[in-house]
């Protein structure tokens, strides 16, 4: 868009408000942080630090976002592309101070006017009203500069704000710039300002390295706009731990606390009860509906969204996994999955990417489930992995059994119908289907279709090798206990009813399969 003028009174022109360009600073190291990982791409609940600044400035709805990158500048031009696209990357080969970077990202945008904030990258608590407030104080003044300010109980290495006796800004003046009486001045320099474009670039040129880093300090700019007789003003924030910043990992923990109560206060009151605020981690990105409940030790990343009534916890991470209204999840980990509603997961339950569990279906413990439908009402009750697969509705699948999706080079799916009953320990070698109301029985190893209504059998044929162990084991406890028992059973009537027959030792006649071939539900 064209830069748009409009004469506010006659007798001056001003631009208009919402030309705006943002430039966030984030080419410096982070020495302290002691990383391979630019300091500004460090995760904190749901963004990196730079995101986090990004978002507090998105609603301004800048012309233009310019983002100072140096350290590891591949690294953050490639996380800018992915979080915002339309942002601009200017390069700063070297950290030749905030000044400095101010400067080059003004000169690769010639054209802007209007209001520019600058906002350092590291400071990830700041809250989009904030930023809001700091630019309606600085337009609303008029002012050629405004900083955002704060009260802080510990100053130490923050530029501290120097008034004169009238109470105005005078100048900004870094820590180890300081004189003793300046550096007992507990409201400092939060790092984030507004600024007149015009003003601004005329006197980033004149900025001096003459301090202690010998660095262009943008801090200056308030000095020599006061003594060109430019109104300067600065806006207090309300709250001061947003203005922190972060130097090393000892502070990024304390801020993701800090983060981590803001959140959770929200959601609680919000309507969602959370039983352990102090281990329920939640991510700024994530929905939790009205009467969600949150137990102890929950991790909630990404896009994950947790339905009304539905019950998370306690030792649950949910990694961009969608929870229906109603559904609950018990000491498990969720990647990518959806949770239909009233469904139940867990406890120890592992779902992987498009696990994808209909209504009051249920995935029970130690179950795996990657790139699967369990269709509504089904059930994967224990010690199972389901890869690749669809089952349909009210289906059952019998204990430790595994869906065999890999032949080493490509996966395959296996398609269970639905009211179908496998039977516990199955194989079921993809591509293969099981057929509504299908049966499998026990240990089967099924490599061929299963039609409708049948009864799935592959397994070897039971032999028992009478007096094996009486022979070959012959003075173990074993054979002793055998032993035993033989006698005891000589001196008993052997004969056992024909329903005992089926439950008990060995096949039916006509039949392989036995009543509790499919018995584990
Ligand atoms: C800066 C302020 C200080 C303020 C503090 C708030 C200056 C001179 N001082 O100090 O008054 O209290 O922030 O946190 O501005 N950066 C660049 N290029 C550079 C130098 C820095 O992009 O050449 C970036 C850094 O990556 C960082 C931000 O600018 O995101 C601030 O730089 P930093 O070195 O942390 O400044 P501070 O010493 O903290
Ligand atoms: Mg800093």
């Known amino acids: 868009m064209a830069a748009r003028l409009s004469a506010s009174d006659g007798s001056h022109v001003v631009s208009e408000p919402h030309l705006r360009t943002v430039v966030v600073l984030a080419a410096g190291e982070g020495k302290r942080m002691k ?43 490639a996380h800018l592309a992915e979080v915002v696209p339309g942002a601009v990357a200017v390069h700063q080969a070297e950290q030749l101070g905030t000044g400095h970077a101010v400067r080059i990202a003004l000169e690769a945008a010639p054209e802007a006017t209007g209001t520019v904030v600058v906002l350092n990258g590291d400071v990830p608590l700041l809250r989009p009203e904030t930023v809001a407030a700091l630019v309606a104080a600085h337009e609303g003044e008029r002012a050629a500069a405004t900083v955002l300010a704060a009260e802080v109980p510990d100053p130490t290495g923050l530029g501290r704000i120097v008034r004169n006796a009238a109470g105005r800004l005078e100048q900004i003046v870094e820590q180890r710039d300081a004189t003793p009486g300046q550096l007992e001045i507990k409201e400092i320099n939060a790092g984030i300002y507004a600024f007149d474009a015009g003003r601004l670039r005329d006197v980033l040129g004149k900025l001096s390295t003459d301090n202690d880093q010998g660095e262009e300090y943008l801090t200056d700019v308030f000095g020599l706009l006061v003594s060109a007789g430019e109104p300067v003003a600065v806006h207090l924030a309300a709250d001061h731990t947003e203005t922190l910043g972060c130097n090393d990992r000892v502070e990024l923990a304390a801020l993701r606390r800090l983060l981590r109560d803001r959140v959770n206060e929200r959601w609680m009151r919000a309507g969602v009860s959370l039983l352990d605020p102090e281990t329920t981690w939640i991510d700024v990105t994530v929905a939790l509906d009205r009467d969600a409940v949150v137990d102890q030790n929950t991790q909630l990343r990404g896009g994950s969204v947790v339905g009304s009534g539905a019950v998370v916890g306690p030792d649950v991470t949910l990694v961009d996994t969608v929870v229906g209204a109603g559904a609950t999840v018990l000491r498990s980990h969720a990647v990518g999955a959806q949770v239909g509603p009233g469904a139940s997961v867990g406890p120890y339950a592992y779902l ?54 890999y032949d080493g080079v490509k996966k395959h799916r296996t398609v269970i119908g639905s009211h179908a009953r496998t039977g516990a320990d199955n194989m079921f070698v993809a591509p293969v289907e099981v057929g509504d109301g299908a049966y499998t029985a026990a240990g089967s190893v099924i490599i061929e279709n299963v039609p409708a209504g049948a009864m799935g059998v592959a397994r070897a044929r039971q032999r028992n090798i009478e007096g094996w162990v009486l022979k070959r084991r012959a003075g173990t406890a074993a054979a002793e206990a055998a032993e035993r028992a033989l006698q005891g059973a000589s001196s008993q009537v052997p004969a056992a009813s024909e329903g005992e027959a089926i439950h008990g030792a060995a096949e039916s006649v006509g039949s392989v399969t036995k009543a509790g071939d499919t018995a584990t539900e």
């Open 352 to 405: 992987r990417p498009d696990a994808r569990l209909a209504e009051k279906s249920k995935v029970g413990t130690f179950v795996e489930v990657k790139n699967a439908e369990i269709g509504a009402g089904s059930k994967v009750p224990h010690l199972t992995y389901v890869g690749d697969a669809t089952i349909g509705e009210q289906s059952n699948i019998g204990a430790a059994s595994v869906f065999v999706n």
């Open 35 to 77: 990383s391979a990982l630019p300091k500004v791409l460090h995760p904190m609940l749901g963004r990196t630090l730079l995101g986090h600044v990004l978002s507090a400035a998105e609603p301004l709805a800048a012309e233009r976002t310019m983002v100072v990158v140096g350290h590891g500048a591949d690294q953050v031009r």
